[in-house]
């Protein structure tokens, strides 16, 4: 069975990941802010979130500020993902 870190160790071959950073830590992830249609198309909502492998930032806690692109974001929520080596965290724009 193929775990989160390697795919993503080729997906972060591949250019496919953005760096993310808390101070001098960076870590690669795959960052996504999709535009999604709210109270039935009158509104967009945004919504930030970031998935990486949990061995790569363990430490990581809601409350957190880090810096994608330079821009900045917190941490609202870390959710494990079903095979538990990857986690996704939502995040809010600051």
């Known amino acids: ?5 390697f795919l993503y160790l080729a997906a972060a071959n591949a250019g496919l990941l953005i760096p993310a ?16 249609e709210v109270l039935g198309g009158l509104g967009l ?9 949990r061995a790569w930032w363990p430490d990581l806690v809601p409350g957190t500020v880090l810096d994608i ?3 900045s974001y917190r941490v609202l929520e870390i959710r494990q993902m079903p095979d538990a080596s990857e986690v996704q965290a939502s995040l809010t724009k600051l």
């Open 1 to 5: 069975m193929v775990n989160a870190e």
């Open 21 to 36: 950073r808390i101070g001098n830590k960076e870590v690669l992830v795959d960052f996504r802010a999709p535009d999604e």
């Open 45 to 53: 909502s945004r919504n930030y979130t970031m998935r990486y492998p």
């Open 69 to 71: 692109a330079g821009q």
